[in-house]
């Protein structure tokens, strides 16, 4: 899955080329391999054109990435799909408008390339508009080979990816710029929904006319908005549920530490006796040191047994992150998903109190959203796990 085909480094940020990538190089061959220019020279201008349109791409994406960096926001990755680019953003931009700027920015760079381009293909062209202004031309001349034909090409498919990228459907940008405007007039949660409604209808419509055109591209598309649409509201509702409890609200009193010297032995004899399932670990002075988490309990049963010592197996404090009492449970979520830490341990003025664990925070949610919404309502939604708030950092 994770199989890249390339993979580098600019500006700061690492870009992933996924290995299916392969089939659009591929496809362009194939489609101009079978043109007018014969098999060699076309196949290789069909590589030659994917390979900038994808470049045009990547340069949206870096728009995102580089306006989210003015904000402070950094970009863990962008990663190139034959249907498109994704980037990972650290976390969604606080103020609606850095997320407008940020949104903005990509399709904004595409229409720069159309813009720049624009005066080039006229001087090809001897001043002439005529053939660059009717997209018909690009249709017609696709395939052989020449400059002109290339940024003609590059001119409609710049603008022709910002129109659709411009689409208000989820997780299109158009969507993401829908919600950042309606969250204006109401709130965040109800702003999603709206969004999500109204490219949820534009996805409907992309699939009738998919089908009646049969345009297969134009279904994938409409499905992939649906899903993602799905994903956004609830990861969105999630945060919002969880956004109003403060992290001492999590915290287990008199949950029972180990010290560095005890053997895991002890901790088999606490689970039988307990709920606990994650113990924190403190030497002998007290200092908090680490988690023995229950998947390091596991593994250290499995290979040592239980005369393994704590200190040996435990998760050391320097990979766990940390929160203060008052952190609301949505950020510190967010934080356990971007470390890929189970637990959290929370410290007041440099004294660590406890940790809240992944399992503390699901009881938390699930406990407080049916208590919200009512004895007569829909069936609970599932306990939501720390990669869902991944869905509102991808950035296509
Ligand atoms: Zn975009």
Not at 93 to 104: D, F, I, N, S
Not at 162 to 173: G, R, S, T, V
């Amino acid at each position: 899955m994770n199989l890249y085909l390339a993979e580098f480094r600019l500006f700061g940020i690492d870009v992933k080329v996924h290995w299916s990538f392969v089939l659009v190089l591929a496809f362009g061959a194939f489609l101009y391999g079978s043109g007018p220019a014969g098999w060699l020279v076309g196949s290789l201008y069909g590589v030659l054109s994917m390979l900038l349109l994808f470049a045009s791409v990547t340069l949206h994406e870096y728009g995102h990435a580089l306006m989210a960096r003015r904000f402070s926001v950094g970009t863990r990755s962008i990663l190139l799909l034959p249907i498109g680019g994704v980037a990972n953003l650290e976390r969604i931009p606080e103020k609606p408008a850095q997320e407008l700027a940020v949104v903005g920015a990509g399709p904004l760079v595409n229409v720069i390339i159309a813009l720049v381009l624009t005066p080039v293909a006229l001087l090809l062209n001897g001043g002439n508009p005529n053939g660059l202004l009717s997209m018909n031309a690009v249709g017609s001349n696709i395939q052989s080979p020449g400059l002109f034909n290339l940024v003609v090409f590059l001119i409609s498919t710049n603008l022709l990816l910002a129109i659709f990228n411009l689409l208000p459907a989820f997780p299109l940008d158009g969507g993401r710029l829908l919600r950042a405007l309606l969250a204006y007039v109401m709130p965040y949660t109800r702003a999603t929904r709206t969004a999500v409604v109204v490219g949820r209808l534009l996805a409907v419509l992309m699939a009738i006319y998919g089908i009646f055109s049969g345009a297969i591209g134009l279904l994938l598309i409409a499905f992939f908005v649906y899903v993602g649409g799905s994903a956004e509201l609830e990861a969105v509702s999630n945060r919002a549920v969880l956004r109003q409890f403060k992290a001492s609200r999590a915290l287990t009193p008199g949950a029972i530490s180990l010290y560095t010297s005890e053997r895991v032995e002890r901790v088999v004899d606490l689970i039988m006796s307990s709920y606990q399932t994650d113990f924190p670990v403190r030497d002998l002075s007290g200092r908090f040191v680490g988690v023995l988490t229950r998947p390091r309990l596991v593994s250290a049963l499995r290979e040592t047994g239980p005369e393994a010592r704590v200190v040996d197996v435990m998760q050391p404090a320097a990979d766990i992150p940390l929160c203060t009492p008052e952190t609301d449970l949505a950020t510190v979520w967010e934080q356990m998903g971007q470390s890929g830490s189970r637990v959290i341990a929370v410290a007041d003025q440099g004294q660590v109190l406890g940790i809240i664990t992944a399992d503390d925070i699901s009881e938390v949610f699930q406990v407080m959203s049916a208590a919200m919404d009512g004895p007569d309502r829909r069936p609970q939604p599932p306990a939501p796990t720390p990669s869902d708030s991944q869905e509102t950092r991808n950035y296509v």
